[in-house]
């Protein structure tokens, strides 16, 4: 035996000396489930006594996590026997893990997903249970959320708890400018919300080929730039299958794109063979309805005229969103449980990743019945694109995405009869590396406005929230505790945009002036506006540009008869964050709205090189704007141009050196960033 492992067992022994192991956990009955599970390993034969000797162990932990497969009841012996059972399975699979590798080393073992075999391991009767309770509700007629009132800050899960993951964090000030340019390249990024985390969009380069999903969805065209524009390649997404957004890994040499796939539903009393009713289901207008997954495909693009695909992964439900980082990406869909479920089925009501049921230690529970959607999350090694890395689930009823460079935050709120937010309540999974932690919870009062109004810096979460009539600041800790807050903030407005440098956090109300409030967070525990400033109309997107300078997109607002009266641009002074003050403004009397007011990717925004662009709807159409910015003169319209194609997405300007290109549809129409003259253009 190894020190590591005596030191360990002595730990044990010491604290576990008065606790009696159950007879069902002797080695002798370890033996027989481990021959019940056909597992011969002479490794794991080797292990199964100093497994034994952990088991005691497993019963004090498992009393410890009680409240992981007990919310809301009293604990019973049988309970905390049934917890040990499933810690020592745990333990016994971990063992099983390494038997396998140190086997496949010699070629005598064949590796398998994790997902593989759960039909064995989970009986998934607690979640079922759960979507039992809210679909007889809804026959009913009734509602019945979850209540986080009385609910400590810790993990709920079906299963097993996990530690949260340990990753360092990150102090660096201006994390989360989301800059547009990839450093010491002369080629934009897609405007991302956490600098770092990379996000999906539906144009990219690598600087020199521009790579568009077409308007239908089915397929990504590769366009070489040099000399003229030319399509050289193609990627189609194949049968039954829409492209959403895609991925450019320029240093790998790798596109990642993710498809929703629609395949026709298969109800529980139609099953025949293995065909279930296991999906999404997405109703369409001929009464059929069909069953939706998501899928993320990977290529090869080092030869951008012939692509070649490497692998692909699925899992159930729509697409919802995705974040990459550090060579993993991490994929999230939204699968709702249809109304036919068979408890003793379950992949008529559990999600499945790569055709394999998530595990049921996986799934994050509300600490009550109720709930039949899940958001999944799936992390892949683009290395590895036909294997999942990580997998896990979250019990919700609906609800947003904030990924930092550390943690997923999985967000909802739930309204009362009235339409008030009463409540958010926010789950956290830790990501590093491909793995995923389990779920710890907590909850504050009111609704977030959107991914802006929550940011996670040294480990402590701060979030801009709209309570009722007024708004309140609150920072949370490494639990999702409540560790401090401003209430009772701007009565009678409502936040529209939030942004956060370092110590300091700015966020905007509105309801006939437009309030910039500035908020000081160095002391997380006593949180404290250093000010305010109110100037007319709103801004509901910020972006920090350059050393102390808040960008402002919003509107303006005509102050005696109250209504907006075109697009208009702020660039705030923050260089003293006590006084606040707007240097200077443009407003466009003829641009009614502008895609970044909901789409933050159709920002181009670049303060190195002084070019502030976006799209604007006007009388005559969308027309695409190009802005620089000077101290003293204060903005300059450099570029205002029509955008020749359509498409239902928010049209994208993305620049290769000195040459901007504005991609809407299928249309490619190419600007000198010199003279801002047309010099060519593509239709695919």
């Not at 390993?41 to 992981?68: D, F, H, K, Q």
């Not at 495909?297 to 699925?314: A, M, Q, W």
Request: charged letters at 30%; aromatic letters at 8%.
């Amino acid at each position: 035996m190894e020190k590591r492992e005596q030191e360990i067992l002595g730990k044990i022994e010491e604290k576990t000396k008065d606790v009696k192991v159950p007879e069902s956990l002797m080695p002798e009955k370890m033996e027989k489930l481990l021959e019940d599970k056909g597992n011969k390993s002479s490794i794991m034969r080797t292990n199964l006594y100093r497994i034994g000797g952990l088991l005691a162990a497993c019963l004090v932990l498992a009393a410890g996590i009680g409240i992981a497969g007990n919310v809301g009841r009293n604990p019973e012996p049988k309970g905390v026997n049934e917890s040990a059972a499933q810690l020592a399975e745990d333990i016994m699979e971990d063992e099983s893990s390494a038997a396998a590798a140190e086997d496949e080393g010699s070629g005598t073992s064949k590796k398998q997903s994790p997902q593989e075999d759960n039909g064995t391991e989970d009986d998934y009767k607690k979640i079922y249970s759960y979507i039992k309770a809210k679909l007889d509700m809804q026959k009913k007629g009734g509602e019945r959320y979850f209540d986080m009132t009385s609910e400590s800050a810790e993990t709920v899960t079906s299963g097993a708890m996990q530690k949260e993951s340990d990753t360092a964090d990150l102090s660096a000030a201006g994390a989360d400018t989301g800059s547009a340019k990839s450093a010491g390249s002369d080629y934009s990024e897609t405007n991302v919300r956490q600098e770092g985390v990379d996000e999906g969009d539906i144009v990219k380069t690598d600087g020199r080929y521009l790579y568009v999903l077409k308007e239908n969805g089915m397929q990504i065209s590769i366009v070489d730039t040099k000399d003229s524009l030319k399509e050289t390649g193609e990627i189609k997404a194949g049968k039954d299958r829409r492209i959403q957004e895609f991925y450019l890994v320029p240093d790998k040499n790798k596109l990642v794109y993710i498809s929703g796939v629609y395949e026709r539903g298969i109800s529980v009393q139609e099953e025949t063979s293995e065909e279930i009713y296991e999906e999404d289901y997405v109703f369409l207008g001929n009464g059929e309805e069909t069953k939706e997954k998501t899928e993320a495909v990977t290529y090869d693009i080092k030869n951008p005229e012939k692509p070649k695909k490497l692998g692909s992964v699925t899992q159930s439900g729509y697409y919802s969103s995705s974040r990459m980082s550090g060579g993993y990406l991490y994929l999230f869909s939204n699968y709702r449980v249809g109304s036919q479920i068979d408890g003793n089925l379950p992949r008529t009501f559990i999600p499945m990743v790569n055709d394999g049921l998530v595990r049921e230690k996986d799934i994050s529970l509300p600490p009550f019945k109720c709930g039949s959607m899940y958001e999944v999350v799936t992390a892949v090694d683009i290395e590895k694109p036909s294997e999942t890395a990580d997998s896990k689930a979250i019990f919700t009823d609906g609800g947003e995405l904030y990924v930092s460079n550390e943690n997923i935050y999985y967000y909802e709120t739930k309204w009362n009869d009235d339409g008030e937010a009463e409540k958010t309540v926010i789950r956290k999974i830790g990501y590093k590396g491909g793995r995923l932690s389990s779920a710890v919870q907590g909850s504050i009062k009111g609704y977030i406005n959107d991914s802006f109004s929550i940011d996670e810096y040294r480990g402590n979460l701060r979030i801009v929230a709209t309570v009722g009539e007024t708004n309140s600041v609150y920072v949370l800790d490494k639990k999702l505790k409540t560790i401090g807050s401003i209430k009772k903030l701007a009565k009678d407005e409502r936040v529209y945009s939030a942004r956060f440098l370092g110590d300091t956090g700015y966020f905007v109300t509105f309801r006939e002036t437009d309030p910039l409030f500035s908020v000081d967070l160095s002391n997380p525990e006593k949180p404290k506006i250093l000010g305010k400033l109110k100037i007319p109309g709103f801004s509901d997107y910020l972006h920090f540009y350059g050393k102390d300078k808040l960008l402002g997109i919003g509107m303006n607002v005509e102050e005696e008869a109250q209504v907006t009266d075109g697009v208009k641009l702020s660039m705030f002074d923050i260089s003293d964050n006590t006084d606040v003050k707007e240097e200077h403004k443009l407003v466009l009397k003829n641009v009614y709205s502008t895609d970044v007011s909901y789409d933050y990717k159709a920002a181009l925004i670049d303060a190195d090189r002084n070019i502030i662009g976006f799209a604007g709807s006007t009388e005559g159409g969308e027309r695409y704007y190009l802005f620089s910015y000077d101290e003293k003169n204060g903005f300059e319209c450099r570029m205002s141009e029509e955008i020749n194609g359509r498409s239902v997405r928010a049209a994208r300007g993305i620049y290769i050196e000195d040459t901007l290109y504005i991609v809407c549809g299928n249309v490619i129409e190419a600007y000198s960033l010199k003279d801002y003259r047309k010099t060519q253009d593509l239709i695919l």
